[in-house]
């Protein structure tokens, strides 16, 4: 409410989303690695707008994870720590577990046919920033197929920094990733078909250490996380 009791009127904020989805594409693509900086200026030449839009943008995008703002260094694509990637192991562990048991104990086959087809896509990718996507896309499809909103919606909040663990994970490792990552996700797929929850929860959390071990440089028994049991 603005002064007086009255509504102020509402901003256009549709150029902004636009933006914020070019700058999320470019960092997603490789173009701006983590730690590279993301000028206003620059980024409002290249697209062709305003600054205020640019701003703003990256003000969602580091509300997101994925940008992170210093007073000596402005914008730059977010870094993650050893605590950020502790944290978002521990949590997309927690999120994944119920996940799993939901679409194991009650989706239908439609969904998990859906998640199979995204599982499916991996296939035809054509190099690992691709493989991500894919990868990212499976598990969108795995929490859908839960049917539980705030769920989904928890994930949603972490997807982008999952994106970009990801993303970190290919630039230190990438070896095998293209070969190994689709027969992975059948097998995934497999479990989930036939309603198995300690094989589902078992793979599903030696796919998460796969990538946690190489950004983590230790063993996942070093981490503290035991492999999910149902």
Same mark, same amino acid.
């Given at each position: 409410?603005?002064? /007086?009791?009255?509504?102020?009127?509402?901003?256009?904020?549709? =150029?902004?989303?636009?933006?914020?989805?070019?700058?999320?594409?470019?960092?997603?693509?490789?173009?701006? %690695?983590?730690?590279?900086? +993301?000028?206003?200026?620059?980024?409002?030449?290249? =697209?062709?707008?305003?600054?205020?839009?640019?701003?703003?943008?990256?003000?969602?995008?580091?509300?997101?994870?994925?940008?992170?703002?210093?007073?000596?260094?402005?914008?730059?694509?977010?870094? =993650?720590?050893? /605590?950020?990637? #502790?944290?978002?192991?521990?949590?997309?562990?927690?999120?994944?577990?119920?996940?799993?048991?939901?679409?194991? %104990?009650?989706?239908?086959?439609?969904?998990?046919?859906?998640?199979?087809?995204?599982?499916?896509?991996?296939?035809? #990718?054509?190099?690992? $920033?691709?493989?991500?996507?894919?990868?990212?896309?499976?598990?969108?499809?795995?929490?859908?197929?839960?049917?539980?909103?705030?769920?989904?919606?928890?994930? /949603?909040?972490?997807?982008? /920094?999952?994106?970009?663990?990801?993303?970190?994970?290919?630039?230190?490792?990438?070896?095998?990733? +293209?070969?190994?990552?689709?027969?992975?996700?059948?097998?995934?797929?497999?479990?989930?078909?036939?309603?198995?929850?300690?094989?589902?929860?078992?793979?599903?959390?030696?796919?998460? $250490?796969?990538?946690?071990?190489?950004?983590?440089?230790?063993?996942? #028994?070093?981490?503290?996380?035991?492999?999910?049991?149902?």
């Amino acid at each position: 409410m603005g002064e /007086q009791g009255r509504v102020v009127p509402a901003r256009r904020r549709g =150029l902004a989303e636009e933006v914020a989805d070019r700058i999320r594409e470019a960092i997603f693509s490789g173009a701006y %690695a983590p730690g590279a900086q +993301l000028r206003e200026v620059e980024l409002s030449e290249v =697209l062709e707008v305003s600054r205020g839009p640019v701003r703003e943008a990256l003000f969602r995008l580091e509300r997101e994870g994925l940008v992170r703002s210093e007073w000596h260094r402005g914008a730059t694509v977010t870094t =993650l720590s050893p /605590q950020d990637v #502790a944290e978002l192991h521990s949590l997309r562990g927690a999120l994944e577990r119920l996940a799993v048991q939901r679409v194991v %104990a009650q989706a239908s086959d439609d969904d998990i046919a859906a998640v199979e087809k995204a599982a499916g896509r991996m296939v035809r #990718a054509e190099d690992e $920033h691709e493989m991500v996507r894919c990868d990212i896309a499976f598990h969108d499809a795995v929490y859908a197929a839960a049917r539980h909103r705030r769920l989904q919606e928890a994930w /949603q909040a972490i997807r982008s /920094q999952v994106h970009l663990f990801l993303l970190t994970r290919i630039a230190l490792s990438s070896a095998g990733y +293209l070969a190994h990552m689709p027969g992975e996700h059948r097998d995934l797929v497999a479990a989930l078909r036939a309603r198995d929850a300690e094989a589902a929860l078992e793979l599903f959390a030696t796919h998460r $250490h796969h990538a946690f071990d190489v950004l983590a440089g230790t063993s996942a #028994a070093d981490d503290g996380e035991q492999v999910d049991n149902p």
